[in-house]
């Protein structure tokens, strides 16, 4: 079973949705594997969790 997990910063509900369906159906694509196969995390991370330099 193929698992995509991805780490972001805040998401509305209708972007988790797009962004699941999205990386869903292009890994799906690339790799002939069913759409009903792939399982997709996303992991919210706080803005004061990022730093940049």
């Not at 998401?11 to 799906?28: D, V, W």
């Amino acid at each position: 079973m193929p698992y995509i997990s991805i780490e972001s910063g805040k998401l509305t509900a209708e972007q988790k949705k797009q962004l699941i369906e999205r990386l869903t159906a292009t890994a799906s694509e690339i790799t002939h594997i069913p759409e009903q196969f792939f399982t997709v995390t996303i992991k919210v991370l706080p803005d004061e969790n990022f730093g940049i330099g």
